[in-house]
C-alpha cells in the first residue's frame, strides 16, 4: 500500500506498512505446520553398508560381554538343569568369541532390514522380516552356542566338524521351528515396542523444548532397550525354553524329544506349567542388558556413521 503526496511540482511516493495485516499474518505463519525431515534425512544419511556395520557392531560387542550370563540361562532350561558343578566354569566363556562373531551378522541383518523397510512397510512388517532374515544366521549360532555350554562338544571346531559330518547341514538348524517361534515374536515385540517409545520420547521432549529431536541420549536407550526386551522376553520364553532342550538333548540322558510338540507335551505332562519358564530370571538377566547395550552402541555408531558422512559431504561441496 504506498501513499502519493504532492508538494509543488513533484510527487513523492510513500510506502505505508499495514500494521493490522502484519500482526496478523506473522504469528499465522509462525503456526504454519512445518514438515519434519529431520528423521527421514538421517536414515538416508546411512547406506545399507553402513547400517550393517553399525547394527552388526552393536550386536556383537553386547552379546560378548553378555555371554556368561547367556549361559546360565541354557544350563538352568536344559532337562536335566544342569549346574556349573556339572559342566565346569569354563563353560561360562567356552565358544564366547567364536560364536559371538555370529552376533555381527544377527545385529546386521536385524537393523538394516529394519532400517530400510521401516518407512514403507511399518515397524510390525519390518521387525517380522528382520527377524526372519536374522534367523538364517542366529539358529546355527544357537546350536553350536548351547552344545558348548552343555558340554556335548569341546571347541568350536569340534562342534562345526561333528555336526556337519553326522548330521549334515541340517544339524545346523536343529530346532528350527522353535527358535523362529520365539525369534519372530520377541523381535517384533522388542523393536515394535522400541519405535514407539523412542516416537514418544522424541516428540515428548520436542513440545517441553519446542526443537525437533533427531535421535536419543544413551541413557534413554538403555532404558529403552530393557524395557523393550523385557516385554518381549515375558511372551516368548516358553517358545525359548522349547528350543533349548531340543537343541541340547544330546547332553541328556533320558528319551529324545521326537518334535517340538512332543517336547512340549512331555514337559507339561512330567514337569507342569511352571517348566517353561524355567530358566525366566537368568533371561531377563542376560535380555535385558543386551538390548540395552545394543540399542545404545547402535544409536553412537549410527551417529558417528552420520556425523563422518557429513564431514565427507562438507569437504566434497568445498572442494568443488
Not at 53 to 81: E, V
Not at 124 to 144: D, R, W, Y
Not at 160 to 183: D, H
Request: charged share 20%; aromatic share 8%.
Amino acid at each position: 500500500m504506498t501513499l502519493v503526496k504532492s508538494h509543488g511540482s513533484h510527487l513523492v511516493v510513500t510506502p505505508v506498512v499495514n500494521r493490522r495485516m502484519t500482526m496478523i499474518s506473522t504469528p499465522t505463519a509462525s503456526r504454519k505446520p512445518i514438515r519434519d525431515v529431520s528423521n527421514k534425512s538421517e536414515e538416508q544419511a546411512l547406506n545399507i553398508q553402513q547400517r550393517l556395520l553399525a547394527g552388526g557392531m552393536s550386536r556383537g560387542i553386547s552379546q560378548m560381554i553378555l555371554y556368561p550370563i547367556d549361559a546360565l540361562r541354557t544350563l538352568k532350561q536344559t532337562r536335566d538343569a544342569k549346574t556349573l558343578a556339572d559342566v565346569g566354569y569354563k563353560a561360562l566363556v567356552r565358544g564366547c568369541a567364536t560364536t559371538s562373531s555370529f552376533a555381527f551378522f544377527i545385529g546386521s541383518i536385524q537393523f538394516a532390514i529394519f532400517g530400510a523397510t521401516r518407512d514403507t512397510c511399518g515397524p510390525v512388517v519390518s521387525a517380522a522380516l528382520g527377524a526372519c532374515g536374522s534367523c538364517l544366521v542366529s539358529v546355527p549360532q544357537e546350536v553350536i552356542k548351547q552344545r558348548l555350554i552343555t558340554g556335548v562338544y569341546s571347541s568350536f571346531r569340534q562342534a562345526v566338524s561333528t555336526i556337519y559330518k553326522t548330521e549334515g547341514i541340517a544339524g545346523f538348524y536343529s530346532a528350527w521351528r522353535p527358535t523362529v517361534l520365539r525369534n519372530v515374536p520377541f523381535v517384533i515385540t522388542t523393536f515394535t515396542a522400541m519405535d514407539l517409545m523412542k516416537e514418544y520420547i522424541l516428540s515428548a521432549s520436542s513440545e517441553d523444548d519446542s526443537t525437533k529431536r533427531n535421535s536419543l541420549t544413551v541413557v534413554e536407550n538403555l532404558a529403552i532397550g530393557i524395557s523393550s526386551s523385557l516385554i518381549g522376553a515375558t511372551l516368548t520364553h516358553p517358545a525359548d525354553v522349547i528350543k533349548t532342550r531340543m537343541m541340547t538333548q544330546a547332553a541328556s540322558k533320558a528319551v529324545p524329544y521326537s518334535s517340538a510338540i512332543d517336547c512340549a507335551q512331555v514337559m507339561l505332562r512330567t514337569e507342569g506349567v511352571k517348566s517353561f519358564y524355567s530358566g525366566f530370571p537368568q533371561r531377563c538377566s542376560y535380555m535385558g542388558p543386551l538390548w540395552a547395550l545394543q540399542f545404545a552402541l547402535n544409536g553412537r555408531f549410527t551417529q558417528a556413521i552420520k556425523k563422518r558422512n557429513m564431514k565427507k559431504d562438507n569437504s566434497a561441496e568445498n572442494s568443488q
